[in-house]
């Protein structure tokens, strides 16, 4: 937009009489400059609009670190008002979650009742879900939502009559499942309220103001003694919002209150946006020392929040294994939506779930259950990528035995592009070596690599929308 203006300004500028004055040396000169101004400017647009083909690199020797893995945790919605991961405990137990996270704890379990004045619970459906969550080696996320109906000026998205009534409900809830003479959990996550900018038409100032009702959870949790540590944060809105995030980071440090994490959600085809959102977050925190270890959480995400049948298909897990690249290194803890679809009147209805309802026959794995156990194929060192491109994204890897272990995925949300991706392996710890490429949800073929050099260069052909899993084995 600047160069735009500039030549503008300077053809205003050069006016019949100015270029009269001009001689044809000065005007050729004048020529050269806008055409060098121009040309890298358009050459940037067509760039942007035709994209950027891959020529990746993996550098054997450039290992990172530990592989963050923020694809490790996954949510389950407020289906039915009961406890629904048990019929697929074990199918959840195989995608070794770190973090199961459950919505509608209050309404969909009656925890809380009142006795005359005095609060009164009963954490026995609740018990149920968490301990669920607990045997699939997860640990429990518990969004803290909806607002008990013994304490609300209305229905379930209401406030409170009285904030220091939800302030109880919070405390006791994290005592009940953080406090070590109670349910003894070791890092618990409580999240204060899911999507309030939805649920409630919640907003940050006025009568229903969100920043009321976390500065009441924030202080139930700093009442909180003899427990195991826990995190709590907020605000799990349906998008990164400025005049959320940012206010909730600000009120929280002005007022010195405890803020672990932010989260928001995000449902997107776009991927560039997860990184944005990343970024954006961060700067909002990064001007404030007392929040320098503030995480960042989406804590639902897809790529539609509405039904889309894409998430019955390849298309939906092939948006999974970009997006978890996306997030991977820039988002803490993104929590995939969700486990099991809710009970429709079909099998395969466009529901989130990356398993079926068993109301039609015990539970199906969907393509999306496959591209998180294909993310869990990668080794626990991560290995740097140079080279990704517009469509294709890479993760890199190292196993335990040494051997490189490469996701590469051509996610286009087009269903259109495909591509032939170079890729070169540098500073190879042997010149001999066994390549196998997995197509995800496809076959598997190997090659035998003998080379003198350090360095092996090869093609592989991505069609649209497809993955492969790369192990090389010295």
Not at 2 to 25: D, S, W, Y
Not at 282 to 309: C, M, Q
Not at 407 to 420: F, I, R, S
């Amino acid at each position: 937009m600047g160069c735009q203006v500039f030549v503008v300004k300077l053809i205003m500028a050069t006016k019949k009489e100015i270029l009269r004055g001009l001689t044809p040396l000065a005007i050729g000169l004048l020529v050269i400059i806008l055409v060098v101004i121009a040309i890298p400017n358009a050459l940037q647009y067509v760039g942007r609009a035709a994209g950027v083909s891959a020529d990746l690199v993996f550098n054997y020797e450039g290992v990172l670190g530990k592989l963050p893995e923020p694809w490790r945790n996954i949510g389950q919605g407020g289906e039915e008002p009961k406890e629904m991961i048990a019929p697929v405990v074990e199918a959840v137990k195989a995608l070794k979650p770190e973090y199961i996270r459950l919505d509608h704890i209050y309404d969909a379990f009656k925890v809380v009742s009142k006795n005359g004045d005095q609060l009164t619970f009963d954490w026995s459906g609740l018990d149920v879900a968490v301990q669920t969550i607990l045997a699939t080696g997860a640990k429990p996320f518990l969004s803290l939502s909806y607002m008990p109906e013994v304490i609300s000026k209305g229905d379930m998205v209401a406030p409170a009559k009285d904030w220091n009534e939800w302030g109880q409900v919070v405390q006791a809830t994290i005592e009940h499942y953080s406090g070590r003479t109670q349910k003894n959990i070791d890092g618990v996550i409580y999240e204060v309220w899911n999507e309030p900018d939805l649920f409630g038409d919640y907003k940050t100032y006025g009568d229903k103001n969100y920043l009321e009702m976390y500065t009441a959870s924030a202080k139930a949790a700093a009442r909180v003694r003899g427990a195991n540590l826990f995190e709590i944060g907020g605000p799990a809105t349906t998008g990164l919002y400025q005049n959320w995030l940012e206010r909730l980071i600000k009120y929280a440090d002005s007022n010195n209150l405890r803020l672990d994490f932010v989260s928001w959600h995000r449902y997107s085809y776009d991927l560039e946006q997860y990184e944005k959102d990343a970024k954006q977050a961060r700067k909002w925190a990064e001007n404030i020392p007392a929040l320098v270890n503030l995480k960042f959480y989406v804590t639902e995400w897809g790529h539609n929040s509405e039904i889309d049948k894409g998430y019955d298909g390849k298309f939906g897990a092939i948006h999974t294994l970009a997006g978890a690249r996306a997030m991977m290194g820039a988002i803490d803890r993104a929590f995939l939506f969700e486990i099991k679809d809710g009970p429709g009147n079909e099998k395969y209805w466009g529901r989130w779930g990356v398993l079926t309802h068993e109301k039609f026959g015990p539970p199906e794995k969907k393509p999306r259950y496959y591209a998180l156990q294909f993310l869990n194929n990668l080794g626990p060192y991560r290995v740097g990528v140079a080279g990704e491109g517009s469509w294709v994204k890479s993760i890199a890897s190292t196993d335990d035995n040494g051997n490189l272990k490469i996701m590469v995925v051509n996610y286009d949300p087009k269903g259109t592009h495909a591509e032939a991706v170079p890729m070169t392996f540098e500073n190879l710890p042997k010149g001999n070596f066994k390549i196998t490429r997995t197509d995800f949800m496809g076959s598997s073929r190997s090659l035998d690599v003998a080379t003198t050099s350090a360095t092996w260069k090869t093609s592989e052909f991505f069609g649209a929308n497809t993955a492969a899993m790369f192990t090389l084995e010295f």
